[in-house]
């Protein structure tokens, strides 16, 4: 049997990031700084303990905790390097992403031009990675074409009734639905896409879900949720074998925020996830919006709360919510102008590259080929092919990218 | 047969604004500026062609609608006086007085200390008098205490419902339902009220009328009106013998907005008068309130509307509602600090006195006479107490008022 330690040092990038999602939980902030800090490879190094981290790092990941307001005793290198341990022996990247391909599956990474732009808005807490089942081959949908409906699991007939309808008039208007794949609200919210069926190349909906994608969760949903996987898209961070728990559930929640532009709560009782989902998409700036229904209802009274405390927008039909997401097409503003535009024609190890290289420093080259997950060949050569096409520079041996007629 | 012109020359103030009430609809800008620039008195004889306008009363009249927005062909006084014209000969201020007391109602002034404080937000056009029937002596709950409760005509047993729960409990919380005596909302709130019954010296219901209180409109209403009128309150700005048109039932919601400190829309359709009551309510910097419903039925579509629209704070119960009306018993800021105490002790006639003397001006005691409605030995008599108690003060033979210890 070989060592995680052997193994790891023919880790690249996106394999790093595959050992890291099982080794981090989601938004694991220190794990997320220390990636930040020094990139994924050396993060699952130091994370499982093969390398030391240098005073600099631990001053780095200090700073960046600091200035994510996160400082706790549960919050330092120590501590955390303590809470990974236990996980390192298990460690099997590889595995786990044959075992996706198996299942039709794959992982995307942050450096993957698939990777949803709508996610940066989640800054250091962006998922290490995204592991995925069916969806178009072309990533997920810009987020103004994706709207979250979600409530209640004990949803009543007049929730699972509007439901029903908002999902179908969404489609219909080439909005892809998405929700959390659970009972009630979730469940109607992805059967009433499916069965609108896709618009153009936007598929109906997407199920993020809160456990590894090698299985169906809950049970009950099996069936709805392997229909998902083939007209639809499965989404999670947690990689296969990973089973649901309270907090992959709340942390799930934010990634249905971050991938729309507008979510919905249909039902919510005054105490429900829906109301977290809410709340992570205004923390991201995001339109929430819920439903009104009878004062008599319980299932209404976490929307009415919104709506009391103005933190959402009243909708009652499909023509309301299109209306907050936005012009279907028109990509938010975060999405940085000409990218497109820099990418065309180049191949995919440029592509790597392009990403890694910094705009406001300069890296090395060996400093880039493990930023890049790409061999010191691969990228002297790349960075002759950028400099040729003008988006990189070199200043003194260090390298840097150049912003096209810029 | 007195004409109207030997009439008036007798009128005093009270009897002058009866009149003005009969000759001018609610909300007449260029009356109103008219009784604003000289008073109830000349501006009824100006308008009863009894006296001409001086030059300077024109210019007043011009200078005080352009402040207020209002140009146009209807709104110079030649246009006014030829519109008023032919209501002159009907005029019996009087007699309307008679047959209200006959009714066991009365007539309220903007000089009584009856006069509903909250009144004073509508500016100049505040109503020339109020026509009342039933309620306590004191006046008015101060706006605070008083909640409307408007909607649609053609209420649902869902809305009927809400607003008998919603009206019971303000009632029970010491708060007064004001609503516009129609079918449906209306009926329901005062129905609830009433059957709840008033909490110490709060009356539990005001309906406030769009005609005459001679007459019971809607008839179908009759019963529930006259109850009101004995157990609750009538009001109304038109003198008796009035019908109910268009422009009176739309000038009517704005004295339900004005007399409450929040206006609660129970159901209404897209376009419903309900909304036009809220709109005043925004206007006057009242709260608006609105209840939700099921996105199905058409008559929550207007209160969708104003959630959706952010014009209304969603609200599901009475507690809700009283949470917006503010604390019992708290006056809101309009009303003058120290007033009570001004009045401690002060009969009828001084307090009238009082009411009439400026702060920033000073008065002749024939100016007071006139703008009191007191006999000039009256006056006097009045002044000298007022003087004593260090409310009034005397400047070279002008009157002001003076402020306690101030």
């Known amino acids: ?129 995204l592991w995925v089942r069916g969806g178009p081959s072309s990533g997920v949908p810009v987020e103004s074409r994706s709207v979250a409906l979600v409530g209640s699991r004990d949803s009543t007939n007049y929730g699972n009734s509007v439901t029903g309808d908002l999902a179908a008039g969404l489609v219909q208007r080439g909005i892809c639905v998405v929700s959390g794949g659970a009972y009630g609200i979730d469940a109607q919210a992805h059967r009433a896409a499916l069965s609108t069926g896709a618009t153009g190349d936007v598929i109906p909906t997407i199920a993020v ?56 709560v249909v039902e919510a009782r005054w105490r429900s996830g829906a109301l977290n989902t809410a709340h992570h998409a205004a923390d991201l700036s995001r339109e929430v919006a819920a439903v009104p229904g009878s004062v008599h209802s319980a299932n209404s009274a976490g929307c009415h709360r919104l709506l009391r405390e103005g933190s959402a927008v009243c909708v009652t039909d499909a023509a309301e919510i299109a209306e907050l997401a936005g012009p279907i097409g028109q990509s938010l503003a975060h999405e940085p102008a000409g990218r497109a535009a820099d990418h065309d024609g180049l191949n995919l190890e440029d592509l790597l590259l392009l990403d890694a290289l910094p705009v406001k420093s300069s890296a090395t080259s060996e400093k880039l080929a493990g930023v890049a997950g790409l061999s010191q060949t691969a990228v002297l050569a790349g960075l002759g092919r950028l400099q040729l096409a003008g988006l990189a520079e070199s200043i003194g041996g260090s390298w840097r990218r150049r912003k096209p007629h810029g």
Do not use: H
């Not at 997320?32 to 790092?57: C, H």
């Not at 700073?63 to 460690?91: F, N, V, Y």
């Not at 083939?230 to 925020?257: D, K």
């Open 1 to 129: 049997m070989t060592t995680i330690r052997q193994e790891t040092k023919a880790l690249d990038l996106r394999t790093s990031r595959a050992a890291l999602s099982r080794l981090m939980e989601p938004s694991d902030m220190v794990g997320m700084a220390l990636i930040e800090s020094v990139g994924p490879i050396d993060a699952l190094r130091i994370a499982t303990g093969q390398i030391k981290a240098g005073s600099r790092t631990s001053q780095d990941v200090a700073m960046i905790l600091e200035a994510q307001g996160t400082i706790s005793k549960r919050s330092s290198l120590g501590e955390a390097l303590k809470r990974w341990a236990p996980r390192t022996a298990d460690l099997a990247p590889d595995r786990d992403i044959a075992t996706m391909q198996r299942l039709g599956g794959r992982i995307w990474t942050p450096e993957d031009n698939e990777w949803p732009e709508a996610l940066l808005d989640l800054g250091i807490a962006q998922p290490i990675c």
């Open 209 to 264: 879900s809160a456990c590894g994608l090698d299985r169906y969760y809950p049970a009950g949903n099996e069936d709805l949720l392997r229909t998902i996987g083939q007209q639809g898209m499965l989404i999670a961070e947690v990689p296969p074998g990973s089973s649901p728990t309270r907090w992959r559930f709340l942390q799930r929640n934010r990634l249905i925020a971050a991938l729309c532009s507008v979510t919905v």
